[in-house]
């Protein structure tokens, strides 16, 4: 039959019907052309999303070492300010830059900007000391950084959901370079550290420079924008209620990620003796399993849903968490910061592809925005939570809070998640091609 049907003579005239190629074979070299730069595309943003994360994270390791040299005191609380000064920014400024990319339907422009005024927060942070700046003035600049530095975190991670090849795909490779760029980060920001306190400062804004310039080589075309209004986007949010069951389990999520960003550096430093570098390496042990199984878990995530990895990598990430206050001796708090790792890595992919699944074309980059508007809220959340119950009950009682409340959310809407997941855009089936 395929035989007859690319060249064969009719019984009734004896004319040789023409080949009959289907549509599929004769669009198959503009189809791969598309695949291949579909690849590029998510490759380099992939690239953009970890150089933001290398960046930011090469700060936290030496957090205490870095507050004091900017003026402030080497205490929880003012490393817990130096970091709640940025995420209020983000807060404030992620649904903004979303929603004015969804106006003007142009990503890379505005994540180009973002990543080059960051850079130029880093540098003024650094010079801050020099020209007299009091830790106040110091904490107004991160403001002001860090309302740069979401927009080019916040739009590249959209610009990745626009691309087609599935959501699961797209957001895993999201995950992959933020787990990558956050393991890079703290190992080496934690030397450098250890080194000078403003050496993290510098390569933070040498590191967001280089992201600004890849950035500027992405084209827009490739991306799946259509520009509404922005208030026509930030209405399609409020049309869209299901988005709060991701953007709770994204603020968990992130809320325990501040909290590891802040007590954790200090829980390894104070409960095991280690100094910058050697906190570095415990968040590497956390971030290197986060990074690496990241990918898988958003292609499983688009086979089977999202309902299983998000409830049940939720219950046991949770649980992790506690583990790792428990663990009386450092290579068991190191091996289960590898073993929430690798649980934060099945949960994250799937929580930010079901912001995709429920959101419409038209209003993906705000529905994104929102989701670090929560996400930063939850870091806000980890930095305060963490610091206020570490100075008020210690540190065991502050990873039982964050780790149970992690348990919490997963049960509280396991109902919700499965109705999502059931629902007409799962995502176990893309409507976009695969690669």
């Known amino acids: 039959m395929l035989i007859c049907r690319i060249g064969c003579v009719t019984a009734d005239s004896g004319r040789r019907l023409g080949p009959v190629i289907p549509n599929d074979a004769a669009m198959r070299p503009e189809s791969l052309h598309g695949s291949v730069t579909r690849r590029g595309t998510r490759i380099r943003l992939a690239v953009g999303v970890w150089g933001v994360l290398v960046s930011q994270v090469l700060l936290y390791p030496g957090v205490e070492d870095i507050v004091v040299a900017l003026g402030g005191d080497a205490t929880v609380d003012a490393g817990m300010w130096f970091l709640v000064a940025e995420f209020a920014a983000f807060v404030a400024f992620a649904s903004v830059w979303g929603a004015a990319s969804d106006a003007l339907g142009r990503r890379m422009l505005l994540a180009t900007a973002g990543a080059f005024g960051g850079a130029v927060g880093y540098l003024a942070l650094a010079a801050a000391p020099g020209l007299g700046f009091s830790f106040a003035a110091v904490l107004v ?14 739009l590249s991670i959209t610009a990745l959901a626009d691309l087609a090849g599935g959501n699961g795909r797209n957001m895993g490779a999201a995950g992959i370079a933020i787990g990558l760029g956050a ?38 075309d490739g991306l799946d924008v259509d520009p509404p209004r922005t208030g026509d986007a930030l209405d399609g949010l409020r049309r869209q209620p299901a988005l709060a069951v991701p953007y709770a389990f994204g603020f968990i999520d992130r809320m325990t990620a501040g909290f590891f960003a802040l007590v954790g550096v200090f829980y390894f430093r104070t409960a ?155 995502g176990r089936a893309s409507a976009r091609p695969a690669e």
Not at 149 to 154: R, V
Not at 348 to 367: F, I, N, Q, S, Y
């Open 183 to 220: 393991a890079l980060g703290s190992v080496v920001g934690g030397r450098l550290a250890d080194a000078d306190p403003f050496y993290p400062l510098y390569a933070a804004a040498v590191t967001l420079a280089a992201v600004g310039v890849l950035f500027v080589t992405i084209p827009e």
């Open 141 to 154: 600049i991160r403001i002001v950084g860090g309302a740069a530095t979401i927009g080019a975190f916040s």
């Open 272 to 426: 095991f003796g280690l100094n910058a570098a050697g906190a570095g390496l415990a968040l590497a042990a956390f971030f290197v399993p986060f990074a690496v199984l990241q990918y898988p878990a958003g292609l499983l995530s688009d086979r089977i849903g999202r309902a299983i990895p998000v409830i049940a990598g939720s219950v046991c990430y949770g649980l992790g968490i506690v583990a790792v206050g428990l663990a009386p001796a450092l290579w068991l708090a190191v091996a289960a910061m590898v073993a929430v790792g690798a649980l934060g890595a099945l949960v994250a992919p799937a929580t930010m592809a079901l912001v995709t699944d429920v959101a419409t074309a038209e209003t993906r980059g705000a529905a994104l925005g929102g989701f670090n508007v929560f996400g930063s809220l939850g870091f806000l959340t980890g930095f305060l939570l963490g610091g206020v119950a570490t100075s008020t009950a210690g540190y065991l009682a502050a990873f039982l809070v964050v780790g149970l409340s992690e348990v919490a959310i997963a049960i509280v809407a396991a109902r919700a998640v499965w109705r999502l997941s059931e629902g007409p855009n799962p």
